[in-house]
């Protein structure tokens, strides 16, 4: 063979190595391309789908069954219901509303519709800010307009100052007008009297949040004067104080 066949020989496997390499870039290039384009349409799939009206409202029956789980631990809420879910944005618009004077932007505000009950809450702290019942043609009104005496059922000293305390935490600016002794001390079931009708629906969210009955005032118990509610703790309530203190020490 003669170097001039040899170099043929040579210069065709270069060639041929060069046709290679070209060939192996370009099909780089073809699945650089592909992938950029499947994860293109991969991410805009996902952000159709996350801006859907379908994912808008799952992602909002997710945070309202939340709020909820996080609102049970401190009251009593109406069962099979799913309450209704907002969020104060503009709250300059609701100051002048008594249900929204202690609120802020960011608060979150659930009202179950069948039960006529409104809760606004501080998700950022984690506490009820103002509990009220809802009326139709009525803005929600405040347990804290109604002047309450909390009356101790049982044995147990210092009922009525723990209780108020309780309420007060639940209740910001609750009106606990007086605490005294009731006329016996054999209360096993607290109870909730409405001694002013205009007070009814304080009542009704007092007596939710105690898990208590509405009950007319008992025969033996002296009516307050100038009072709106009568709360007659009994040995539930004692047994309930004692519990949460003790998980807060």
Known sequence: MTDTEKREIIDKKNIFKKIAMVFFICLFLL???????????????????????????KA?????????????????LPKNEMPTLATVTDISRLKEQLFFQKAKNGDELLIFTKEKLAILYDPNVHKIVTVGPVTIGNQPSQSSQAKIVLRNGTDVSGLTSKAEAQLKKTFPGIDVAKKEQAAKSTYSKTIVVTLNAKAKNAAVSLAKLYNAPLSDLPAHEKKPEGMDILIILGVD????LTATQAAQK
């Open 60 to 76: 909002a029956q997710e945070k309202t069954k939340k709020l909820v789980s996080e609102i049970s631990q401190f009251m009593e």
């Open 237 to 240: 309530q004692a047994s309930a």
């Open 31 to 57: 699945l650089v391309c592909v992938s950029a384009y499947l994860f293109y349409q991969y991410q805009t799939i996902k952000k159709q789908l996350t801006n859907s009206p379908l994912m808008a409202v």
